[in-house]
């Protein structure tokens, strides 16, 4: 019977450890077989010339990728500064002042959100926000724009965010103690200031993980981006422009054009910097968890 129990006990630890590193292996593997697969523009062209070139000719054989690296970062940038102080906020409500009613219909209103197909965002992206930024915005800042721009996707972006960010706030306030709470009003602290100065500083490892994944998800987005945001190569610092983020680049032009030499391989290329840039942004947020544990 011991013997048994300790084989069952050594099958378990050898199956979790598989998949384990089956798990970690993963985003290896992917990360591999794209440089594999663009190796030849790699080698063709200098980084400097492929990151820091605005000129995208595939024709011509000039792979700038500069402008779909920029836009990227821009729709980025504006999808979170709209989600976050939206799902900040609103996971301070939900969490220390709403009804538990209230909370638990809440609950299923965000599932249903992340549930939601990116196409359908896409498409109430063209149907209300192309129009609210074209017709409503633009010209209340003296700017024509036909509204498919890098803020209508900043904005359809911050949307599919809200539900991820949101759940995973409420989650983390869930988390802290109550006693924690419950010391700090009786030492007479008030509501608001024992959620900025217990409940906010006690969750920051997971406000911030929180924000973390909710950038890395928003950096990766395609369909519904795709769909607002304009698809023109372009350089611009004026939000009502459309811009070309490098999610698009591979959805719109993988599978067509193939025929230009290293099209394929720019396109991996593409691919990889994605990778990349997610693997940094997870990176920079887990130091700053780290730093923030050790306050």
């Not at 009786?186 to 993980?209: C, D, F, Q, V, Y």
């Amino acid at each position: 019977m011991r013997l048994k129990r300790l084989l069952y006990n050594r099958f378990g630890e050898i199956w979790m450890l598989s998949a384990i590193t089956i798990i970690l292996l993963f985003p290896l593997v992917i990360g591999i077989a794209l440089f594999i697969k663009s190796d030849s523009i790699v080698s063709s062209y200098s980084l400097a010339e492929l990151l820091f070139s605005s000129e995208w000719l595939p024709s011509e054989g000039k792979f700038g990728f500069l402008p779909f690296i920029i836009s990227s970062i821009y729709v980025t940038i504006l999808a979170f500064a709209f989600s976050v102080p939206i799902c900040l906020l609103t996971a301070i409500y939900l969490s220390e002042y709403a009804p538990k009613r209230l909370t638990v219909f809440m609950q299923t209103v965000i599932d249903i959100l992340a549930g939601i197909p990116s196409v359908v965002y896409g498409m109430w992206g063209i149907l209300v926000i192309v129009p609210f930024v074209g017709e409503t915005l633009a010209p209340m800042f003296g700017v024509k724009s036909h509204g498919y721009s890098i803020l209508s996707g900043g904005m359809v972006l911050a949307v599919m965010c809200i539900p991820y960010i949101l759940s995973m706030l409420i989650e983390t306030f869930k988390t802290v103690p109550n006693g924690l709470k419950e010391a700090s009003l009786s030492m007479g602290a008030t509501r608001w200031e024992t959620i900025k100065h217990s409940i906010l500083k006690k969750g920051r490892p997971g406000i911030i993980s929180a924000f973390g994944l909710g950038l890395a998800k928003a950096f990766g987005e395609t369909l519904a981006v795709m769909m607002v945001v304009g698809n023109v190569v372009n350089i611009t610092a004026n939000p009502f422009d459309s811009g070309y983020p490098l999610p698009a680049l591979i959805a719109n032009n993988y599978g067509e054009m193939l025929s230009i030499p290293m099209y394929d391989s720019a396109l991996m290329f593409a691919a990889f910097l994605l990778l990349i840039v997610i693997l940094f942004i997870n990176l920079f947020f887990r130091y700053f968890i780290y730093k923030s544990q050790k306050i």
